[in-house]
């Protein structure tokens, strides 16, 4: 049985955040979510042509997901990466809060991470080339996926705890539905810890406290009103970068085998000796 690496772990909590995103976005297409007119009339489309474009976008979508599923082409997670952020954008755009686009940063965050961790592979450097999970993980590369990964976790939590304290109808009902009997007191309180968890992410994060967010972010996430498993699935970005930060910051506390490169050996072992000092 093969063991992961810790460069695997992180990879595939990217790969897969990344696959749910473009699923989940592509149900919601088939679906013809109605709120999705708001985002086509960015555009100056009207809502009969927005109902009869909504089932394409989300075939687009659903295809890209299990093609990063079956075969990663490095092109689907570049596109993931344009196709998120817009996507993202188009909720402040259409009138909602910016906060909106501010907690969807995992649904771009995940893909550029994923092409940060593997920007050193030869074979990637073409657009149609998979990016596979054989690859050893440089000190480079590692600084450069953490900074990527705590400013989308930051982000994230950020951008949660924000529409918390703007009062979001959404998570008021899912208060109300859970039974507490003062729903906005409650998003004011969750959304004021959020916010300085985020914080805590960004100055200074702790891998047992990164683990209690990713916790907390998955089961979140399935007390929406409507479309519960749906909107789970959609949010994979945020549960993928949450969960490869905490695989990253292991790598600091021990002498990995499986990073094998020298100069990332002789970081880990001057830490090593540094904190037993």
Same mark, same amino acid.
């Given at each position: 049985?093969? @063991?992961? #690496?810790?460069?695997?772990?992180? %990879? %595939?909590?990217?790969?897969?955040?990344?696959?749910?995103?473009?699923?989940?976005?592509?149900?919601?297409?088939?679906?013809?979510?109605?709120?999705?007119?708001?985002?086509?009339? @960015?555009?100056?489309?009207?809502?009969?042509? /927005? %109902?009869?474009?909504?089932?394409?976008?989300?075939?687009?979508?659903?295809?890209?997901?299990?093609?990063?599923?079956?075969?990663?082409?490095?092109?689907?997670?570049?596109?993931? @990466?344009?196709?998120?952020?817009?996507?993202?954008?188009?909720?402040?755009? /259409?009138?909602?809060?910016?906060? +909106?686009?501010?907690?969807?940063?995992?649904?771009f965050g995940a893909p550029l991470a994923l092409l940060i961790l593997t920007s050193n592979i030869r074979k990637t450097k073409t657009l149609?080339?998979?990016?596979?999970? *054989?690859?050893?993980?440089? +000190?480079? $590369?590692?600084?450069?996926?953490?900074?990527?990964?705590?400013?989308?976790?930051?982000?994230?939590?950020?951008?949660?705890?924000?529409? $918390?304290? /703007?009062?979001?109808?959404?998570?008021?009902?899912?208060?109300?539905?859970?039974?507490?009997? $003062?729903?906005? +007191?409650?998003?004011?309180?969750?959304? *004021?810890?959020?916010?300085?968890?985020?914080?805590?992410?960004?100055?200074?994060?702790?891998?047992?406290?990164?683990?209690?967010?990713?916790?907390?972010?998955? #089961? /979140?996430?399935?007390?929406y009103p409507h479309y519960e498993l749906f909107e789970w699935i959609e949010r994979g970005g945020s549960y993928g970068c949450i969960a490869?930060?905490?695989?990253?910051?292991?790598?600091?506390g021990a002498i990995k085998k499986s990073i094998t490169l020298k100069p990332v050996k002789r970081y880990l072992i001057t830490k090593s000796?540094? %904190? #037993?000092?």
């Amino acid at each position: 049985m093969r @063991v992961l #690496t810790v460069e695997n772990k992180i %990879y %595939y909590s990217l790969r897969i955040a990344a696959a749910m995103c473009f699923i989940g976005h592509g149900i919601f297409g088939i679906l013809t979510k109605p709120v999705w007119c708001n985002y086509f009339g @960015v555009f100056g489309i009207d809502h009969a042509m /927005s %109902y009869n474009l909504m089932p394409i976008v989300g075939t687009i979508d659903i295809l890209c997901g299990t093609i990063i599923l079956l075969y990663p082409l490095r092109a689907i997670f570049v596109w993931l @990466v344009v196709w998120g952020t817009i996507t993202a954008l188009l909720r402040p755009l /259409s009138g909602e809060p910016f906060a +909106e686009f501010i907690e969807r940063a995992g649904n771009f965050g995940a893909p550029l991470a994923l092409l940060i961790l593997t920007s050193n592979i030869r074979k990637t450097k073409t657009l149609l080339s998979p990016v596979n999970a *054989s690859f050893k993980l440089s +000190e480079r $590369n590692l600084q450069r996926v953490i900074y990527c990964l705590r400013i989308m976790v930051f982000l994230i939590i950020a951008g949660h705890g924000w529409l $918390n304290l /703007s009062g979001k109808k959404d998570l008021l009902d899912q208060y109300k539905f859970l039974g507490f009997a $003062n729903p906005a +007191e409650t998003a004011q309180i969750i959304g *004021s810890s959020e916010i300085i968890a985020a914080f805590i992410v960004l100055i200074r994060p702790m891998r047992h406290f990164i683990l209690l967010l990713f916790v907390w972010k998955v #089961t /979140s996430e399935l007390l929406y009103p409507h479309y519960e498993l749906f909107e789970w699935i959609e949010r994979g970005g945020s549960y993928g970068c949450i969960a490869a930060l905490w695989f990253a910051l292991h790598v600091p506390g021990a002498i990995k085998k499986s990073i094998t490169l020298k100069p990332v050996k002789r970081y880990l072992i001057t830490k090593s000796k540094a %904190y #037993t000092k």
